[in-house]
C-alpha cells in the first residue's frame, strides 16, 4: 500500500500535468495516446474521449493540404522506434473542427524501470510564430525584389545618360530589360511628328538575333483612329496591359499589324506597352512581353516600365533640345564667320568645329578683315561661357571689335583698351581672350606681324623648314577684367617676322586642353604635329592638324595665314590686292572655305 506521501507526490504531478501551458501528449508503444493535460485538449479542440485511446499519428498529423502523412514520413514515429528525443516546428495537427494548427514540438521516449512505456510529445501553437516567419520572408523576398528593380533601375539610369546617340540609347535599354522584366522587348518611335511615321529602333531578346534584327525598321503611320489597345499608349500617354484575349484580336490597322507581328515571330502571352513621353509629347512606345503560359505583369512591374519608360522621354525630349539649340548656336556661329579676305599673295585658310556637347557650345570665334588703312587683320577669341548665351556674347564682342578697329590706324594696344572699355560700359557681355594682330609688310614681303594678346593661348608660327615658336609676347589682361575692376592695366604690342613661305596658326583652347589632357601637354601635342606638316598647302594643314589631335568636347577655331617665298609679287605687272593699296579695303576676295571638320568618330580605325 503506497504512503502518505507517495500519494500527496502523484496528486502533485498530477496538478502540473493538468497545469501545464503547454500541450502535453503521452503515448503508448504503438502510438496510441494514452493521456492528455487540458492544454492539449484546448489546442486541438477535442474532448479526452475523441484522442484517448486513439492512434495519434493517424488522428492528428496532417500535410499542408489536409491530407494524412504516411506512417514512414512521420517524424513523432520516430521517437518511439529509435528511442531517441526529436524535435520540430514543420508538423500540422489536426483539430476537432478540422482546421490545421501548426506545431512547435518535442518529443521524448518514456521509459519506467528500464522498459519503453511510449513517449511524451509536449507541443504549443506556432501560428503566430509561423506567420510572423512567413511574413519576415515575405518582406525579405519582397525587399530583395524592390532591390533588384532598384538597381535595374539604377543601371537604367546610367544608360540613359551613358550616350547622346537616341537609337544607341534605346537599344542598350531594351537590352536591360531582358530577360528581368520580359523574354523580349522592342522600341517604336515616332520618325517624323508631321507625318505621323513610325521606326522600330531595336527589338532585343533572349536568343534569335537574326530574327529580332529582320523585325526592326519603318513602320506604317499612326493611323487615324484605331481599336488597337497597343496604339492607345501612343494615344493616351498611359501603360496598356495585354493579356492573352487582347493578343488574340485582329489588328485593325497596318501599324496594329505590325506591331501584331512581334508577337507572331517572337511569342507571347502577355505584355506590357509604354510610352516613352514627357509632359509636352510622346515619342514612341516600349513593349515588354513574356511568354511563359502562366506569365502575367504585377501591378507593380507595370509601375517601373512605367517609370523607365517616362526617363528614357525625359533624355529624348533633351536630346532634341540639344539638337534645336546646337543647330541655333552653330547657325549663329556660322553667319558670323565670313569668308576670309585674300591680299597680295598672301594664303589664309579657317576651320570651325562645333563642340560634341551642346554644353560646351559656346564662344569662339575667327575674323579676318581689311582696315582703313588697308592693312590685314587677324583675329581669334573666346568669350566666356559655354552655352548659346555665350555664342550671342561672341558675336557682340566680335562686332564691336570690327566697329572700333576698322577706320582705325592706331596700334593693337589701343584697339584692346577700347574694347575692354566697351565691354565694361555698354554691353553685358562677360570676360573674354583674344588675339588681335595687324600684318604689315610692303608688296613681296617682308611681312611683319603686330598683335596684342589679351589672355588667349599664344599664336605658333611654323617656318618652311619646320622649326616652331609660339609668339609669347603681348600679354595683357582679359577682356572685360581691368576696366571693369578699374585696375589701369593694358595690353603690349607685340612684333615679330614672319619669315618667307612660313605659317602663322591661331587657334582657341579647345585644340590643346581637354577634361584628359592639361594644355602644357597640348601645346606640345600642337607644336610636333604642327612641324610636321609645314610644307603641306594651308587647306591640307588645317584638315591633317584636326585629325592628328582630333579635339573633343570644346568647340574648336582655327585661323592660319601662310606667306609667299621672298620677292614673289613685288614686280607683278597686274598685283593682286596689296595690304596697302586703298582699294583692297573695299575689294578683298574671298579666300578660303568656312568649314565644319567633320567629328571623327574615335572608336574606329582612322
Known amino acids: 500500500m503506497r504512503s502518505v506521501d507517495g500519494l500527496l507526490e502523484i496528486g502533485f504531478m498530477r496538478t502540473v500535468f493538468d497545469s501545464l501551458g503547454t500541450g502535453v501528449l503521452v503515448t503508448d508503444t504503438t502510438g496510441r495516446i494514452t493521456a492528455c493535460n487540458p492544454r492539449a485538449q484546448q489546442l486541438l479542440d477535442r474532448?479526452?474521449?475523441?484522442?484517448?485511446?486513439?492512434?495519434?499519428?493517424?488522428?492528428?498529423?496532417?500535410?499542408?493540404?489536409?491530407?494524412?502523412?504516411?506512417?514512414?514520413?512521420?517524424?513523432?514515429?520516430?521517437?518511439?522506434?529509435?528511442?531517441?528525443?526529436?524535435?520540430?516546428?514543420?508538423?500540422?495537427?489536426?483539430?476537432?473542427?478540422?482546421?490545421?494548427?501548426?506545431?512547435?514540438?518535442?518529443?521524448?521516449?518514456?521509459?519506467?524501470?528500464?522498459?519503453?512505456e511510449g513517449a511524451v510529445i509536449v507541443f504549443h501553437d506556432f501560428s503566430l510564430h509561423r506567420d510572423a516567419a512567413e511574413q519576415t520572408a515575405a518582406y525579405l523576398?519582397?525587399?530583395?525584389?524592390?532591390?533588384?528593380?532598384?538597381?535595374?533601375?539604377?543601371e537604367v539610369s546610367t544608360v540613359l545618360i551613358s550616350t547622346q546617340d537616341t537609337p544607341k540609347m534605346l537599344d542598350r535599354l531594351a537590352g536591360l530589360l531582358v530577360p528581368d522584366m520580359g523574354d523580349w522587348a522592342a522600341i517604336d518611335v515616332r520618325a517624323a511628328e508631321q507625318t505621323g511615321e513610325m521606326q522600330r529602333i531595336t527589338v532585343r531578346t533572349l536568343g534569335g538575333h537574326g530574327t529580332a534584327q529582320a523585325l526592326t525598321g519603318p513602320l506604317p503611320p499612326l493611323p487615324e483612329s484605331t481599336r488597337s489597345a497597343a496604339l492607345h499608349a501612343l494615344r493616351s500617354a498611359e501603360p496598356v496591359v495585354l493579356d492573352a484575349d487582347d493578343l488574340a484580336e485582329q489588328p485593325d490597322s497596318p501599324l496594329a499589324a505590325a506591331h501584331r507581328e512581334?508577337?507572331?515571330?517572337?511569342?507571347?502571352?502577355?505584355?506590357?506597352?509604354v510610352p516613352l513621353n514627357t509632359r509636352r509629347q510622346v515619342f514612341g512606345a516600349l513593349t515588354?512581353?513574356?511568354?511563359?503560359?502562366?506569365?502575367?505583369?504585377?501591378?507593380?512591374?507595370?509601375?517601373?516600365?512605367?517609370?523607365?519608360?517616362?526617363?528614357?522621354?525625359?533624355?529624348?525630349?533633351?536630346?532634341?533640345?540639344?539638337?534645336?539649340?546646337?543647330?541655333?548656336?552653330?547657325?549663329?556661329q556660322r553667319q558670323l564667320l565670313t569668308p576670309l579676305p585674300q591680299v597680295d599673295h598672301l594664303t589664309m585658310a579657317a576651320r570651325y568645329r562645333p563642340a560634341e556637347s551642346v554644353a560646351e557650345i559656346g564662344g569662339d570665334w575667327y575674323d579676318s578683315f581689311l582696315l582703313g588703312d588697308g592693312v590685314l587683320t587677324m583675329v581669334i577669341g573666346d568669350v566666356?561661357?559655354?552655352?548659346?548665351?555665350?555664342a550671342a556674347h561672341m558675336a557682340e564682342v566680335r562686332n564691336m571689335l570690327r566697329a572700333l578697329a576698322w577706320d582705325r590706324t592706331e596700334p593693337p594696344s589701343l584697339i584692346m583698351r577700347r574694347l575692354d572699355e566697351a565691354m565694361t560700359h555698354t554691353s553685358d557681355a562677360p570676360m573674354a581672350t583674344c588675339v588681335f594682330a595687324r600684318v604689315e609688310g610692303e608688296e613681296g614681303g617682308p611681312w611683319q606681324l603686330h598683335w596684342v594678346n589679351a589672355g588667349h593661348p599664344p599664336p605658333l608660327l611654323i617656318t618652311a623648314d619646320g622649326h616652331t615658336r609660339f609668339l609669347e609676347a603681348g600679354h595683357g589682361p582679359l577682356l572685360g577684367l581691368s576696366s571693369a575692376l578699374h585696375l589701369g592695366l593694358g595690353w603690349p604690342d607685340a612684333r615679330a617676322d614672319l619669315p618667307p613661305q612660313s605659317t602663322l596658326l591661331l587657334y582657341t583652347d579647345g585644340l590643346v586642353e581637354s577634361r584628359t589632357r592639361d594644355i602644357e601637354a597640348g601645346l606640345a601635342t600642337?607644336?610636333?604635329h604642327?612641324?610636321?606638316?609645314?610644307?603641306?598647302?594651308?587647306?591640307?594643314?588645317?584638315?591633317?592638324?584636326?585629325?592628328?589631335?582630333?579635339p573633343s568636347g570644346d568647340d574648336v577655331a582655327l585661323l592660319v595665314l601662310r606667306t609667299p617665298a621672298a620677292g614673289v609679287g613685288a614686280h607683278d605687272e597686274a598685283p593682286p590686292l596689296h595690304a596697302h593699296s586703298p582699294a583692297a579695303s573695299n575689294r578683298g576676295a574671298p579666300g578660303s572655305r568656312i568649314e565644319d571638320t567633320p567629328v571623327r568618330d574615335t572608336s574606329e580605325p582612322a
Open 47 to 116: 474532448p479526452p474521449d475523441q484522442m484517448l485511446g486513439h492512434d495519434m499519428h493517424g488522428l492528428l498529423h496532417r500535410r499542408e493540404d489536409g491530407s494524412a502523412v504516411s506512417r514512414a514520413e512521420c517524424v513523432l514515429l520516430e521517437v518511439l522506434e529509435g528511442g531517441r528525443p526529436a524535435e520540430g516546428s514543420d508538423e500540422l495537427f489536426l483539430r476537432g473542427d478540422g482546421s490545421l494548427v501548426p506545431v512547435i514540438w518535442a518529443a521524448t521516449p518514456l521509459r519506467h524501470e528500464g522498459r519503453a
Open 141 to 154: 523576398a519582397a525587399l530583395e525584389g524592390l532591390t533588384a528593380r532598384l538597381t535595374m533601375v539604377a
Open 262 to 273: 512581334l508577337f507572331d515571330r517572337l511569342g507571347g502571352t502577355c505584355a506590357v506597352v
Open 288 to 332: 515588354v512581353a513574356r511568354a511563359g503560359p502562366d506569365a502575367s505583369y504585377t501591378e507593380a512591374e507595370v509601375f517601373v516600365l512605367s517609370d523607365i519608360a517616362r526617363r528614357a522621354g525625359l533624355v529624348m525630349e533633351a536630346a532634341e533640345l540639344f539638337e534645336q539649340q546646337r543647330h541655333v548656336a552653330e547657325t549663329m
Open 384 to 390: 566666356v561661357g559655354h552655352d548659346l548665351k555665350a
Open 526 to 528: 600642337l607644336r610636333r
Open 530 to 550: 604642327a612641324a610636321a606638316l609645314a610644307r603641306r598647302d594651308v587647306e591640307e594643314f588645317l584638315d591633317e592638324l584636326l585629325v592628328r589631335i582630333d
